[in-house]
C-alpha cells in the first residue's frame, strides 16, 4: 500500500557507469524531489519538480539529471557514476495544499 | 544562507528518560517547521509540524515540540522515551512561500531497555 515506491531498491555499479533510479507515486501530487542522504550531512536537496514541465536544480545537482516522465514518475540518472555518489537516494513528493513532504522508502546505491 | 542545525549528533538514553533534541533554524522570516523520523532501515515519516498557532505542537507517539520564534527553536520532547523510538530525527524547515525543505544533520537516538 506504499504511496511513494522507488526502484530498485538497492543497486551496486561500477565506475563510470550511467544509472538511473526510478520513483511513483499513487497520492497525485503534483511536486516531487530526489534528495540523497549521507551520514552526519542529513538529506540534500538534488532536483525537485512542480509539474511535467517544471524542473529545477537544488543544492547538490552536479553530476545528476532527471526526468518527470509523467505526474506520477520521477526519475535520477547518474550519467557517470563516481564512488562519491554512494548514497542513499529518497524520493519524496507534495502537493499544493501543505508543504510537508511524503518519502519513498529509498535506493542505496553503491559506486564501486 | 538559510540553515538548519541539530546539535546534538547522537543521544543514548535509557527507557523512561526524557528526551529533548534540539533544532535552531537561520531564517528571520516566516517559517513551517517539521520533525521528520526514520526508524532503522525504513523511509521518513512526518513526526509532527507547526505552521501557526499554539506554538506547541503535539505529534505522533508521544512526542511534542515547541516553537520558540525569539529563539529561532523548534525543540522535539517526549517525556519518557521506548525502545521502539529508536530512531534517526530531522528536522526540517520551509521558509514561508518557498517550497523547498531545509533539512538539519539529524540526530541518531539509541534507546536502551
Known amino acids: 500500500d506504499a504511496d511513494v515506491t522507488q526502484t530498485p531498491r538497492n543497486r551496486i555499479t561500477k565506475t563510470g557507469k550511467r544509472i538511473m533510479l526510478e520513483c511513483s507515486q499513487t497520492k497525485g501530487h503534483d511536486r516531487m524531489y530526489w534528495y540523497r542522504q549521507d551520514p552526519g550531512l542529513g538529506l540534500r536537496l538534488i532536483y525537485y519538480?512542480?509539474?511535467?514541465?517544471?524542473?529545477n536544480k537544488g543544492e547538490i545537482s552536479d553530476g545528476y539529471s532527471v526526468s518527470r516522465q509523467a505526474q506520477a514518475k520521477f526519475s535520477l540518472s547518474l550519467e557517470s557514476a563516481i564512488p562519491n555518489q554512494t548514497a542513499l537516494y529518497f524520493c519524496a513528493t507534495s502537493d499544493l495544499t501543505g508543504p510537508e513532504q511524503y518519502f519513498g522508502p529509498g535506493t542505496r546505491l553503491t559506486v564501486t | 544562507a538559510q540553515s538548519v542545525s541539530q546539535h546534538n549528533h547522537h543521544v543514548i538514553l535509557s527507557e523512561a528518560a526524557s528526551l529533548e533534541l534540539g533544532c535552531n533554524y537561520s531564517y528571520g522570516g516566516t517559517v513551517n517547521l517539521f520533525w521528520y523520523v526514520q526508524y532503522p532501515g525504513q523511509h521518513l515519516q512526518l513526526l509532527l509540524k507547526y505552521f501557526s498557532g499554539d506554538p506547541l505542537v503535539k505529534g505522533i507517539k508521544g512526542f511534542e515540540a515547541e516553537f520558540i520564534k525569539s529563539k529561532f527553536s523548534f525543540n522535539l520532547r517526549k517525556p519518557s522515551v521506548q525502545w521502539s523510538d529508536t530512531a534517526e530525527y530531522f528536522c526540517a524547515v520551509r521558509i514561508y512561500n518557498t517550497d523547498k525543505l531545509i533539512f538539519g544533520t539529524g540526530t541518531r537516538l539509541q534507546v536502551f531497555p
Open positions: 519538480s512542480f509539474d511535467v514541465k517544471d524542473i
